[in-house]
């Protein structure tokens, strides 16, 4: 008999994490369902969280890689060109192949593309956003610079060196580095260009955008407000549908046996507060 409990612990240890996964992905995909019913839209999410992995609850971080635009790619195809996207991101950024490849094809669909954006989208998810017909964000939401990086130094920092140094006193892989760090700032900012303008945009305006947010004028991760953003020209909307907020509560992972380094009581405390005073 202790055997058999012992046996049905460790095997309920072991298929549930299992049981929960696919409980979460079912709460997830009902959860778009919703957003997809009341929008007409197709829905398509990329978010990337600091998530727990395997028994030790080893953290890993997740970028966009080629996998995500592999699949974004497959479910734009299965888009009626005549269909909306609502496309829900959530990202630090990551390889700029994999997010211009993902910005073209949203750029490319005939009906309207809105990306919303709940909490951030950095770096190449900025790039994502800029081939959105609308942009919806929190009103506390940001977006990043999109500004090139060699290895894991801006681009446009390894250029300052040709500045401040005489050729002679400049190693040779400081100029190579240099040399491709050139290039990519011009095709980068061509890029946005040329995607600013695919969406109706005209040219000076997508240059100056392109010229803002390409060349290194801020650090990588400097935050960029929806009121920076609309200043520059983007047409940016905050009105994100709560069903997205919904959304965004099935992907919190929580890090192993760790509790959460932020609580709160789960009352919308300005709504009880109008009702109470509308009864007196």
Do not use: C
């Given at each position: 008999?202790?055997?058999?409990?012992?046996?049905?612990?460790?095997?309920?240890?072991?298929?549930?994490?299992?049981?929960?996964?696919i409980s979460l992905q079912r709460?997830r995909e009902s959860a778009i369902?919703?957003?997809?019913?009341?929008?007409?839209?197709?829905?398509?999410?990329?978010?990337?969280?600091?998530?727990?992995?395997?028994?030790?609850?080893?953290?890993?971080?997740?970028?966009?890689?080629?996998?995500?635009?592999?699949?974004?790619?497959?479910?734009?195809?299965?888009?009626?060109?005549?269909?909306?996207?609502?496309?829900?991101?959530?990202?630090?950024?990551?390889?700029?192949?994999?997010?211009?490849?993902?910005?073209?094809?949203?750029?490319?669909?005939?009906?309207?593309v809105r990306v919303i954006v709940?909490?951030?989208?950095?770096?190449?998810?900025?790039?994502?956003?800029?081939?959105?017909?609308?942009?919806?964000?929190?009103?506390?939401?940001?977006?990043?610079?999109?500004?090139?990086?060699?290895?894991?130094?801006?681009?446009?920092?390894?250029?300052?060196?040709?500045?401040?140094?005489?050729?002679?006193?400049?190693?040779?892989?400081?100029?190579?580095?240099?040399?491709?760090?050139?290039?990519?700032?011009?095709?980068?900012?061509?890029?946005?260009?040329?995607?600013?303008?695919?969406?109706?945009?005209?040219?000076?305006?997508?240059?100056?955008?392109?010229?803002?947010?390409?060349?290194?004028?801020?650090?990588?991760?400097?935050?960029?407000?929806?009121?920076?953003?609309?200043?520059?020209?983007?047409?940016?909307?905050?009105?994100?549908?709560?069903?997205?907020?919904?959304?965004?509560?099935?992907?919190?992972?929580?890090?192993?046996?760790?509790?959460?380094?932020?609580?709160?009581?789960?009352?919308?405390?300005?709504?009880?507060?109008?009702?109470?005073?509308?009864?007196?």
């Amino acid at each position: 008999m202790f055997n058999l409990l012992w046996f049905l612990f460790i095997f309920f240890l072991i298929l549930n994490p299992w049981f929960r996964k696919i409980s979460l992905q079912r709460a997830r995909e009902s959860a778009i369902r919703v957003i997809e019913e009341r929008r007409k839209s197709r829905v398509i999410t990329m978010i990337h969280r600091q998530e727990a992995m395997g028994f030790l609850g080893i953290p890993i971080f997740r970028f966009i890689n080629i996998e995500d635009s592999e699949r974004v790619l497959r479910a734009i195809r299965m888009t009626p060109p005549d269909m909306p996207i609502d496309f829900i991101i959530h990202t630090p950024g990551g390889l700029a192949l994999a997010a211009t490849q993902i910005a073209n094809a949203l750029a490319k669909h005939r009906a309207p593309v809105r990306v919303i954006v709940p909490h951030y989208a950095m770096s190449g998810g900025t790039l994502i956003a800029l081939a959105a017909d609308e942009i919806i964000m929190d009103e506390n939401a940001v977006l990043g610079p999109v500004d090139p990086q060699i290895g894991q130094m801006p681009a446009a920092s390894i250029l300052k060196v040709l500045e401040q140094k005489d050729l002679k006193d400049i190693d040779d892989q400081t100029l190579i580095l240099a040399d491709v760090s050139k290039k990519a700032i011009e095709q980068m900012k061509s890029y946005i260009k040329n995607l600013l303008i695919s969406k109706g945009m005209e040219e000076q305006k997508a240059m100056s955008i392109a010229q803002e947010l390409a060349v290194g004028k801020f650090t990588h991760d400097y935050p960029l407000t929806v009121e920076y953003l609309k200043n520059l020209g983007l047409n940016i909307k905050t009105e994100v549908p709560q069903e997205v907020y919904s959304l965004m509560e099935l992907y919190e992972q929580p890090m192993g046996t760790q509790p959460p380094s932020v609580q709160y009581i789960p009352v919308p405390y300005r709504q009880a507060d109008q009702r109470k005073n509308s009864k007196v």
